[in-house]
């Protein structure tokens, strides 16, 4: 592939309104405004949006003008995309603390120096400043049956549940990014292709303009539920390179391809490679590691990335323990319980992992799950989590 053709096609989902269309205006050599945003409901960027951030960078690197948009306005309200019940509102200091190393941790994908950097700008520089009338002719273009036609919003009223109007508003202020900026192309997750398009649509209504919409693959599994985000599971870009490894080998193998195709630069025939020897039964593990090595390369540097794989293979290999587990602080006392419950995530499973003799403090197992704890203990958990107690 070229790079037009990999821009097109690497991790895409969908182009509107058409592949075709997008691809002869790059072919004829002009220069685009393409913008991602990113509403600070944490103060962690996490893998999953490392695609949509690694696409940005394709951008950039052929030429075009990208723009980084840190959400600080919509990211009060909150998105609404894929929930059942209204979000919390944040207020504008949590949303700020949130938002304050984002330029930082991006920087890890993006260029915001030297030839052709990237631009941080944030919503709230228009969308603060809209009048009454203004917000009431936004919201003149879009109709009440265009927004209700949405799938998780039809899903609610099955339900009988509440719809709130800030969840109405949230697209119409986001698609609204699209005209502050005047963009050419907004990308983002295939989740977001609603709100994308309500940008689409009032680009056309109020600057008479088309804007292609660039719409990502999501990290899911083969069950469609979401990879290294969700609570419990979330793989920050700042972890260290140790935890990120060790996260990105508990994928489901099914997950290996997209993740080579999404988050590395390894060719697409090398992929399908991989995939033939998978399909013919190879040990999916050593791709894993390969592809835990690309990623944690990017995000850090190759050094720092083998000297994880070597701590993954001492600890799942041979059983050692690595050289910084996690710590926990806790007060004056925990049990190996609440412990090994924080960190499998339920109680019965914490039960079985006791029953079955999987729990060692310090070397020795433990099958009582009362026995306290005391400082710099650590607990193994299963053949490969490991915690070490601080007591504060």
């Known amino acids: 592939m070229d790079k037009i053709d990999d821009l097109l096609n690497r991790g895409v989902d969908r182009i509107l309104p058409s592949k075709k269309d997008l691809e002869k205006v790059l072919r004829n050599g002009k220069k685009l405004r393409v913008y991602q945003g990113f509403d600070p409901s944490s103060p962690q960027l996490h893998i999953g949006h490392m695609i949509g951030l690694r ?126 900026m005047d963009v050419d192309v907004e990308v983002g997750g295939s989740d977001q292709l609603f709100n994308m398009m309500i940008g689409r649509d009032l680009m056309h209504k109020m600057k008479h303009k088309n804007k292609f919409v660039m719409t990502t693959q999501l990290l899911t599994d083969a069950q469609g539920n979401k990879i290294g985000k969700t609570e419990g599971n979330t793989i920050a870009l700042t972890d260290p390179p140790e935890k990120i490894f060790g996260a990105i080998m508990n994928f489901p193998d099914d997950v290996i391809l997209k993740g080579l195709e999404t988050l590395t630069d390894i060719p697409q025939n090398e992929i399908e490679v991989i995939n033939k020897s998978i399909e013919d039964g190879q040990n999916p593990v050593k791709f894993k590691k390969k592809l835990a090595f690309e990623i944690v390369s990017q995000l850090n540097n190759p050094t720092l990335a083998l000297n994880a794989q070597k701590e993954f293979e001492n600890v799942f290999q041979r059983s050692g323990e690595p050289e910084n587990p996690l710590e926990i602080k806790v007060g004056d006392e925990i049990s190996a319980s609440e412990v090994v419950t924080s960190i499998v995530g339920s109680k019965s499973e914490a039960k079985r992992l006791f029953e079955q003799g999987a729990i060692e403090v310090n070397g020795k197992t433990e099958k009582n799950p009362k026995a306290k704890l005391v400082n710099n203990q650590v607990i193994k958990i299963g053949k490969k989590k490991f915690v070490k107690i601080r007591l504060k």
């Open 55 to 180: 696409k940005l960078r394709q951008w950039q690197d052929l030429g075009h003008e990208v723009i980084f948009l840190i959400g600080d306005f919509t990211g009060r309200i909150g998105d609404p995309t894929g929930k059942d019940e209204t979000r919390s509102f944040l207020d504008k200091e949590t949303v700020e603390k949130n938002a304050k190393t984002y330029k930082e941790q991006a920087g890890k994908i993006l260029k915001f120096d030297g030839k052709n950097p990237a631009k941080v700008k944030f919503n709230s520089l228009w969308l603060d400043k809209l009048s009454m009338p203004e917000v009431f002719n936004l919201a003149a273009q879009v109709t009440y049956q265009q927004v209700i036609k949405r799938g998780m919003f039809k899903k609610r009223l099955q339900k009988d549940q509440d719809i709130s109007f800030n969840e109405i508003m949230y697209p119409i202020m986001q698609g609204y990014d699209s005209v502050a």
